[in-house]
């Protein structure tokens, strides 16, 4: 509520003031309102709209309200100030200004109305002390009607955040379910969000520890559900990434490829991936993982059971043989296909004796026969044994470099 207006001098009988003053007034209110108007808008950029606009009417009504209330105010001190203020406090917030500018607007009204005053002053020949009682009467009038203002701005402000957040988590939704363009434009202008042509999605864990102050405005968050996502408007620039890396330094972040607005789905697919194979130990480039460094690891682990159905298939051959016998040259079979080196070349990376491989080679080629010399069967067979070493499952290799029976 606000508080009860009472200047120094506007109490008592109040005869002057009540009886001479607003009866002057009240003649200059309409000459009063055009001069205010016409200053604020030649002050203010942001109020030089048309005047019979709907910026310009809802200025004119407020001037209008504000000096009616005033005269009000003077004949009857008692009575509550119109809620003007507070709801052009509102109407800046939901035009996206700054309450400076309203602010300034008042001190141009109070100014304007002060220059009045003394005009008044020598017109109707008032005492001083009039004088100086109604200069009292209109600055705090004044202060009271900014501070409406201000209490409707941020009232108002409260509001808006909620709605606005709420507007673009939808939005973000709509967008990571590849809604059509036309739908993403109508709920980006609510959201006061612009469309770009291309966007990233970065993921994180539930319930992660995040400093959701160092996040960028401009970034579409949903952060409290059970797969906590953001999208970040363009790609990650050098800015960018290092934003996101100070924001999730306490946690792991998966950042999908930067991909055109509607292929915003399959970015948070891979960085969803991404996250999976982090959280498995496969991948980690610290706080914040780029799917782009990681392509052909996330291809490899896009289908884990295919992969292990491949494997199945292609090492077969070799299940005949003991569990060490086989770790052993499946091994060496990955060295070789990976380097298609020499014997050398494979002990030399392996810590084995090049007769060693020598010797695996040949079993290899006896347990597989023709398959090796297939260009479809080896590819296949590579990206088997890529997999199983990405997963940690490559044979532990020896400390030895001699040749060994059997190896």
Request: glycine share 6%; aromatic share 6%.
């Given at each position: 509520?606000?508080?009860?207006?009472?200047?120094?001098?506007?109490?008592?009988?109040?005869?002057?003031?009540?009886?001479?003053?607003?009866?002057?007034?009240?003649?200059?209110?309409?000459?009063?309102?055009?001069?205010?108007?016409?200053?604020?808008?030649?002050?203010?950029?942001?109020?030089?709209?048309?005047?019979?606009?709907?910026?310009?009417?809802?200025?004119?009504?407020?001037?209008?309200?504000?000096?009616?209330?005033?005269?009000?105010?003077?004949?009857?001190?008692?009575?509550?100030?119109?809620?003007?203020?507070?709801?052009?406090?509102?109407?800046?917030?939901?035009?996206?200004?700054?309450?400076?500018?309203?602010?300034?607007?008042?001190?141009?009204?109070?100014?304007?109305?002060?220059?009045?005053?003394?005009?008044?002053?020598?017109?109707?020949?008032?005492a001083p002390a009039t004088v100086s009682v109604l200069a009292d009467a209109l600055f705090t009038y004044m202060e009271e009607l900014a501070s409406s203002s201000v209490r409707g701005y941020r009232e108002a402000k409260a509001q808006l955040n909620d709605e606005l957040q709420a507007g673009r988590r939808r939005l973000l939704r709509l967008i990571a379910d590849g809604a059509p363009r036309d739908l993403l434009e109508e709920h980006a202008g609510s959201a006061r969000w612009v469309l770009p042509d291309e966007v990233t999605v970065?993921?994180?864990?539930?319930?992660?520890?995040?400093?959701?102050?160092?996040?960028?405005?401009?970034?579409?968050?949903?952060?409290?559900?059970?797969?906590?996502?953001?999208?970040?408007?363009?790609?990650?620039?050098?800015?960018?990434?290092?934003?996101?890396?100070?924001?999730?330094?306490?946690?792991?972040?998966?950042?999908?490829?930067?991909?055109?607005?509607?292929?915003?789905?399959?970015?948070?697919?891979?960085?969803?991936?991404?996250?999976?194979?982090?959280?498995?130990?496969?991948?980690?480039?610290?706080?914040?993982?780029?799917?782009?460094?990681?392509?052909?690891?996330?291809?490899?682990?896009?289908?884990?059971?295919?992969?292990?159905?491949?494997?199945?298939?292609?090492?077969?051959?070799?299940?005949?043989?003991?569990?060490?016998?086989?770790?052993?040259?499946?091994?060496?079979?990955?060295?070789?296909?990976?380097?298609?080196?020499?014997?050398?070349?494979?002990?030399?990376?392996?810590?084995?004796?090049?007769?060693?491989?020598?010797?695996?080679?040949?079993?290899?080629?006896?347990?597989?026969?023709?398959?090796?010399?297939?260009?479809?069967?080896?590819?296949?067979?590579?990206?088997?044994?890529?997999?199983?070493?990405?997963?940690?499952?490559?044979?532990?290799?020896?400390?030895?470099?001699?040749?060994?029976?059997?190896?």
């Amino acid at each position: 509520m606000p508080r009860t207006l009472e200047p120094n001098g506007l109490n008592g009988s109040r005869s002057e003031l009540a009886e001479r003053l607003t009866a002057i007034m009240r003649i200059e209110l309409p000459s009063l309102t055009k001069e205010i108007v016409a200053a604020i808008r030649d002050g203010i950029p942001e109020y030089a709209r048309p005047i019979d606009g709907p910026y310009g009417r809802t200025l004119r009504s407020g001037v209008e309200r504000a000096l009616a209330g005033f005269v009000e105010w003077i004949s009857s001190p008692d009575a509550l100030p119109d809620d003007i203020c507070y709801k052009l406090g509102w109407f800046e917030a939901y035009e996206g200004r700054q309450l400076d500018v309203l602010q300034s607007a008042y001190r141009i009204g109070a100014q304007t109305g002060w220059r009045r005053v003394m005009a008044l002053h020598q017109r109707q020949n008032l005492a001083p002390a009039t004088v100086s009682v109604l200069a009292d009467a209109l600055f705090t009038y004044m202060e009271e009607l900014a501070s409406s203002s201000v209490r409707g701005y941020r009232e108002a402000k409260a509001q808006l955040n909620d709605e606005l957040q709420a507007g673009r988590r939808r939005l973000l939704r709509l967008i990571a379910d590849g809604a059509p363009r036309d739908l993403l434009e109508e709920h980006a202008g609510s959201a006061r969000w612009v469309l770009p042509d291309e966007v990233t999605v970065v993921v994180l864990r539930p319930n992660a520890p995040i400093v959701r102050t160092l996040l960028d405005d401009d970034l579409l968050t949903d952060l409290d559900g059970t797969e906590p996502y953001l999208l970040v408007p363009g790609p990650l620039t050098a800015d960018r990434r290092a934003m996101l890396e100070l924001a999730v330094a306490e946690s792991k972040a998966a950042a999908g490829l930067t991909v055109s607005l509607d292929r915003a789905p399959d970015s948070l697919r891979w960085a969803r991936q991404a996250l999976g194979l982090i959280h498995s130990e496969i991948i980690d480039d610290g706080p914040l993982t780029l799917c782009a460094n990681h392509l052909e690891t996330l291809w490899l682990f896009a289908d884990a059971p295919l992969i292990d159905q491949i494997a199945r298939r292609q090492l077969a051959a070799l299940d005949h043989l003991t569990a060490r016998q086989r770790e052993r040259l499946v091994e060496t079979l990955g060295v070789w296909l990976r380097t298609r080196g020499t014997a050398a070349q494979v002990g030399d990376e392996l810590g084995v004796h090049p007769q060693t491989v020598r010797y695996r080679m040949r079993q290899i080629e006896h347990a597989l026969g023709d398959d090796l010399a297939d260009p479809d069967t080896r590819f296949a067979t590579e990206v088997a044994l890529r997999a199983l070493w990405l997963r940690g499952q490559e044979p532990v290799r020896e400390a030895h470099d001699a040749p060994v029976d059997g190896a």
